[in-house]
Every structure is written in structure tokens, then in C-alpha cells.
């Protein structure tokens, strides 16, 4: 299967879209994340849990802007008080009330972690949480696992990516997923800051990680004075207190992102008050961190209206429509993982597999990642199964 083979649907607004974009725009788009071959469609409006691009086919959204879209589109409690949080001034030089109230929620949530920064994307919030642990130990190395996503910055992205200096690895050490003989190996051997973690992480296939390796490794880090950091940017939507409350552990600091912006640019880092001290400018040694958009009050009204109406029950609803869509896609054939309302299709060829699926009428992500989001009930994973039985294998 080349580009060439893959039928594509979209019509002649996103092509022209495209020929136009492509002359501002390396690839057509900002994001490398969204790039699906030949080219993606554009997206011209959503509502709820439907999505229509710039050719006018509507699609069921299972991508929900890489997840982070908990309520679907234009919420209407989000819309109003984004909006409210605009009229009233959409950024201050000053600290707001607005980040104090989603400190807040996420403190109450998350029970351990009660002190809070934010930035404005999950990537700034894994970059700020490693200079945290490096400061905080005082210790250069960081050990994460190979084939897993935290963002784009220098220190996640793989070894040898375009552009990321070859030197930058001698302070980070990538070992197999999973692999604790390899973590404890790397702690004995260099001077390590953290482990940076994802339970589930979805570019390595979201498989949810086994809970006797998440307590050794949380026992093994613990032993050795190294902080483990866990990413939760992705994976916050399944329990209230974070995935990892769900395996009993409590890391030293977590990253959020997604989700808790409602849809807005957000990203967090938490942790107890001792480990956030770090951050407190009061401190000689304060670690640097600013951002002009950084807590901006529109990001945190949309997170606390959006965190306000995803609560337990909400969650575990979604979770439960969640098991029920894998249940069924292994019905049909599909070889699927995930745990909660996080889906992933597995497929040899996921670009011919997404196109399929928008030819149903259902958007997914580029790498066979889905999700649901509230607006959708039992009858929407009914058609969303419809669909995948016509999808073409
Ligand atoms: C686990 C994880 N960490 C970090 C990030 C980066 O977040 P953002 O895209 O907001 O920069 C992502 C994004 O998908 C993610 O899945």
C-alpha cells in the first residue's frame, strides 16, 4: 500500500485548502502530530461529539483533539465561561483567583499532590517537571522508556531526532519499557534525577502497565532518593486522582495537561508542597519559570468549568461506554487495547486503517488512538460500532 493507493474522501475545499496552506505552511499544518498521508482534511466546526470539515462530511469524533476534548465540542458551560474569562481581561501581568480555584480542584482531586504550577501545554509541563527534579536533586540524569511519548521537547523526543543535540544524551537514559532490571541498573550506575513515567502510554501501544512493575518501580526509585515523575497528560481522564491512583502509588511529581484546560491551551505540574517548594520565588535558588500565557484565567475558567462536570460519576460512566466500545471492536476483528475511555486500534497500516475510518464517518487519530467523550451514550457507541463494521479491512 502506497500514499498513492489510499482513497482518500476528502473533497475539493481541504485540497485547495491544502495547495494554499502548503505555500505558508511546511506540510500544510502546524502540527506534525495531526499530519495524516497524504495530507488531513480540515476541520471547519464540531459540535458535541460530531466534527465537520471544510468539504462538509460530518464525522463522529473519537480523536477529540488528541483527548483533550472531555466534554466534545463547544461545550456550552466551557463556551460560557471561556468567554466570561475573555470579557473580563484575557491576560494579566498579575496572578489571578482563576488559578488558585483550578489549583484547587486538582489539589482536592489528586489528595498528595496539593501544590500546583501551570504552563500552557503538556510538553512545557514534562520539560518544567524534569529542570524540577534535576533542581530538586540536584542530580543531572533522567531515565525514561523507549517508544513513549511525553511532547517536544529536547530531552523526550527520540534518540537521534532532527535537531536534538547528540550531547543532550548523556544526561538521558532510555531503557526497554518496562525493563526494571534496566532502571535499577541506570540508578546504580549514574547520578539519576527521576524517572520520568506514563502508565499506559499510547505511542508504545496503551497497554495498561502491570501493577507489580509500577510498585517495584515506585519502591526501587523511592530506596534511591530519585524522583519518579509521572505523565499523566494523556491518561488524568481515567481517574479522578490520576491513573496512577488507581495502582496505589503516589509519584513526587505528576504532569496534567489536556483535559483540564477544557479544550484550551493548559499544562500542569503538581506535586506536595516540600517538592513544589522548588518553584517558590521567594527561595534564593527558586527554579526560573514564566510563561506569558502561563495560568492565563481563560484556560483555567474552561478547566474548572470543564473539570466541574467531569466528576466520578462522569468518569465512571465514560469509562464504562469505553469498555463496552473495546468489547465490541474486538467483536469485529479489530485488534484493540486502552483501558477506560482511551481506545487504541492497532493496525500494520494505520494511515490506510484512518482513512477507512473516515470513509465511515469516524475520526480517529493518526496512530489508531481514540476516545470518547461525554456528549456521547450507549446508542453513540452502538453507531460508532455500526460504522466500524463497514470500515474496510
Ligand atoms: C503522555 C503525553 N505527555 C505529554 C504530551 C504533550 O502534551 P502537549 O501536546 O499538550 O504538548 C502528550 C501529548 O499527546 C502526551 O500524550
Redesign the pocket.
Known sequence: MTIADIDKPIGPASDELYARATGRLPGGNSRT?VFVPPHPPYARRGAGYLVEDVDGNELIDLQNN?TALIHGHAYGPVVEAASAAIASGASFGLPTESEVRLAGILGERLGWATHWRFAN??????MIALRAARAITGRDVIVRFAG?????YDAVLAKGAAGVPAGLDADVVEVPLEDLDAVVRAMDEREVACVLF?AM??RAGLRPADPDFVKALREETRRRGVLLVQ?E???YRIALGGLHSTYGIQPDLV?L??VIGGGLPI?AIGGTAETMAVFDPTRPDALPHGGTFSANPVSMEAGIAALRDFDAAATERLNALGDRLRAGLADLGFEVAGRGSLVRLHDPEPARLWWAAYRQGLLLCGNGLACLSTPMDDATVDEILRRFADVER
Open positions: 502530530t488528541y501545554s503538556g510538553t512545557e509541563a514534562v513513549c511519548y511525553h511532547g517536544s506514563d502510554p499510547n505523565d497528560v494523556l491518561t504532569t495537561g489536556k499544562g
